[in-house]
């Protein structure tokens, strides 16, 4: 069986003047269906260039990225879009949830545009609400709820469009530690019931609950294995930022 992600000599570049800079260079890559991957890297290794080019929010200025064996570097931006909506589950930092609409309601939110009627939409945002312990919480505003729900109602979002990735982007980042570990549990239970989670993070602690950690540094893989090797870790220049 093929990969679900796979790079081919995935290079980006970013022209700034005079300058080019190699956000990514010539990365190869490949994620199999099922797996708990974390990509890691200090702050400009392009670990957030690489996760906006799976999540199809970017494409390669050159090389492949074939998701689900389709080269979608060639897509137009509203095939782009149709793909996130369809294969892409993200889950944000910020949590990114719109304040004025309701917990069940945020949870709809992608789904209708991808178009699902409504009444599927409400069962499915409720069994993806009750997968999260949010099930009581369906009609509270975002602003009625701690950080930690704030985020366990974005992977419900995430969740209830049966993406073929869930993309998460430093998911612990904006919480206390114990809370983190709550989210950090809830992605692996998820990763242990068939789910493929793909965690984008500059901190060691969290990347070695993955199956495997990718590490980058300066564009380029320099790692790509077992989370509890020596190389795995990402050194303190820069740890602590947010990271391209």
Known sequence: MGA???FRQVSKIYHMGD??????DKVSMQIFRGEFVAIVGQSGSGKST????IGCLDVPTSGEYLLDGQDVGELSDNALAAIRNRMIGFIFQQYNLLPKLSVEENVEVSMMYAGVPG???RERALAALERVGLADKLKHLPSQLSGGQ???VSIARALAGRPSVILADEPTGALDSKTGRDVLRL??????EGNTVVLITHDNSIARKAQRIIRLE??????????DAEDAVVTDRGEGGSGA
């Open 4 to 6: 679900l992600i796979e």
């Open 19 to 24: 300058s080019a800079v190699h956000a990514a």
């Open 50 to 53: 690489c996760m906006n080019i």
């Open 119 to 121: 009444k599927e939409r």
């Open 150 to 152: 704030q985020q366990r």
């Open 187 to 192: 992605l692996q239970q998820l990763n242990r």
């Open 218 to 227: 300066d564009g380029k893989v320099i790692y790509d294995g077992l989370p």
